[in-house]
């Protein structure tokens, strides 16, 4: 029988290498004895690469869908490509309204609105937080995670109180935090204080802004942060620094269900390293396919996106829902 052919389109050289390959171990860890055939090809933060590279699987009828890219850029091509070129693409990419006026484009990533949706729903849903501030740098991810966590605030009920941005790369916060201490005053009748902030940057400079506001009002306010705010697992200070943060992530590898753990535990033995957010997501994203492909009569490309469509909850992928 032909094995169903799968394009991977992932960054194998250049500056982000790294993490396209952490995705193709996790990628290839999930298709090991199974049918499904992963033909890996570089996408090397490349827009006119990856439209070329779309194009050219595109052409050959045994490929039945693709994989990725991971950069926003080369993810934009790839899906405007594969639209145009009448093949399924499943994105690994945060780059937002990838899929709008795409029917063969689907995405599987951990977006900026899943994000702050998930947080706000956990600390507004959950916890009775209602009112918020934001203290974001001075940049494109900044003004972004600040746009989205402001739409999102009024879908959910919540009240931001004010909000404040540093230089991007900025260590002393002193001065910057001077609108955001004004605005907070605790005690007073009708006044602006606020129950969490919210911080969308690295590990490292949240956790510079959480030291140096210790000792002040902020303290004691609820600091909230983006999946960036995960800090490395030999970072002692900033993770002792960051205790008592909240932030969202796509996968965790102390999670007790068995299935991670099998994954972990398999990752682990092949490449002998523990696996991380996107060798997990490679992982998962191999495994569904292999599941819907299961199917002993074969699928055609142009069955794909309804099939795709009608995935649900599967017990051996519980980060998949």
């Avoid at 990419?93 to 899943?114: C, G, H, M, W």
């Avoid at 956990?122 to 989205?148: C, H, N, W």
């Avoid at 996107?278 to 002993?296: F, N």
Wanted: with cysteine.
């Amino acid at each position: 029988t032909v094995r169903p052919v799968i394009g991977c389109l992932l960054p194998l050289s250049g500056n982000f290498a790294p993490y396209g390959t952490r995705m193709k171990q996790g990628m290839e860890l999930a298709a090991q004895g199974s049918r499904l055939e992963l033909q890996f090809q570089d996408c090397p933060n490349d827009p006119y690469q990856a439209t070329r590279t779309v194009q050219k699987l595109s052409q050959d009828p045994g490929v039945l869908a693709l994989l990725g890219p991971l950069t926003s850029g080369d993810a934009q091509a790839a899906a405007q490509a594969a639209q145009d070129s009448g093949i399924p693409l499943i994105a690994l990419s945060q780059k937002q309204n990838l899929t709008e006026a795409r029917p063969l484009v689907f995405q599987v990533f951990l977006t900026p609105r899943l994000q702050v949706r998930a947080l706000l729903r956990y600390t507004l849903g959950e916890r009775g937080l209602q009112r918020y501030a934001i203290f974001a740098p001075d940049s494109a991810y900044g003004r972004a995670m600040s746009k989205v966590f402001g739409e999102e605030l009024v879908v959910q009920g919540g009240i931001l109180v004010t909000q404040a941005t540093y230089p991007s790369g900025n260590k002393d916060f002193t001065t910057v935090l001077s609108p955001l201490l004004t605005a907070f005053q605790p005690g007073t009748e009708g006044g602006s204080t606020f129950d969490a902030l919210f911080i969308p940057d690295d590990a490292v400079t949240v956790a510079a802004i959480a030291a140096q506001t210790a000792q002040s009002p902020l303290g004691k306010v609820q600091f909230l942060g983006t999946n960036l705010a995960k800090p490395r697992a030999d970072s002692l200070d900033t993770t002792q620094a960051l205790e008592g943060i909240l932030f969202p992530d796509a996968f965790f590898n102390n999670d007790p269900n068995p299935a991670v753990q099998n994954f972990v535990t398999a990752y682990r033995q092949r490449y002998g390293t523990e696996p991380e957010y996107l060798a997990a997501q490679g992982y998962m994203v191999v495994r569904l396919l292999t599941h819907l492909l299961e199917s002993p009569t074969p699928v055609d490309r142009k069955e794909m996106p309804q099939k795709l469509m009608s995935l649900r909850d599967i017990p051996h992928l519980p980060w998949f829902k």
